[in-house]
């Protein structure tokens, strides 16, 4: 928990200097009748680069050291050139607590295809992977969060193939809220605190559940939005909107499928 408050605190500071909703959560599971499927974790952190980049030009243009964008701790950020490895930009590891979620998971039973995503290009980071049923992935995810979040969940999903469940477990824009909150104390970290929250307001962590062999008869959770062939349900929470949060919204669902 430790290394990914560090690490998200970071990534407050890059969005206060840059945009609000900077960060975007996309987690997409999809179940066949079977029970197999495919799970994917992706972080899109896209507009922050597309900022930096903005904010790189502005820099040239004003004669402000040619190459490097100055960030808030009165440093110096250099963009890499494609392909390269950014090392100095503390997003950069933000991501790469995502992606390296991959080699933990290539050795489990009932685990096949793992892959990494670290598209430094887009800025998008994190990990998808198949899985025989959803036993086998309760365990991936059991180990994703024993690793990444010290977490002791044994069940994140059910499944049937009459009806769908996932648990209010798991929840990632919770524990991103948590591991800041752990930062608070003192004055000035309760005043990093109210920054988070307002640079933060936007961030969004979606979760998308697809049947394509089953249609969804219903969903319990109100921010669950089905798609036009009933096939898929879209779930969008806001971890740091205020509405929501006083809606108690929850990755908690229930679906029940024809």
């Avoid at 960060?23 to 899109?44: C, P, Q």
Wanted: charged letters at 30%.
């Amino acid at each position: 928990m430790n290394k990914l408050k560090n690490l998200t605190m970071a990534a407050v500071v890059l969005c206060a200097t840059t945009i609000t909703g900077c960060l975007h959560i996309i987690e997409e599971a999809t179940f066949r009748n079977n029970g197999s499927g495919t799970y994917k974790m992706t972080v899109d952190m896209g507009e922050l680069k597309g900022m930096m980049e903005m904010m790189k030009g502005m820099g040239d243009m004003e004669g402000m050291g040619g190459d490097s964008t100055e960030i808030s701790d009165g440093g110096d950020y250099t963009p890499p050139a494609d392909g390269e490895e950014d090392a100095s930009n503390p997003m950069s590891g933000l991501g790469k607590e995502f992606s390296g979620v991959a080699e933990s998971l290539k050795n489990l039973p009932g685990i096949s295809n793992v892959t990494e995503i670290n598209d430094t290009s887009t800025f998008n980071f994190g990990y998808s992977f198949d899985f025989v049923d959803v036993n086998a992935l309760n365990r991936a995810l059991k180990v994703v969060g024993k690793e990444k979040y010290d977490s002791k969940n044994e069940e994140t999903f059910k499944f049937n193939g009459k009806s769908f469940e996932r648990l209010g477990v798991g929840d990632l824009g919770a524990e991103i809220k948590k591991a800041l909150a752990e930062n608070g104390g003192s004055e000035e970290e309760e005043g990093q605190m109210d920054m988070m929250k307002m640079f933060f307001t936007d961030m969004s962590y979606k979760q998308v559940y697809n049947f394509p062999d089953r249609k969804v008869k219903s969903v319990n959770n109100k921010l669950g939005e089905k798609s036009e062939d009933a096939h898929t349900v879209t779930i969008t929470i806001k971890p740091f909107n205020e509405e929501q949060q006083k809606q108690k919204v929850s990755v908690a669902t229930k679906i029940k499928l024809k």
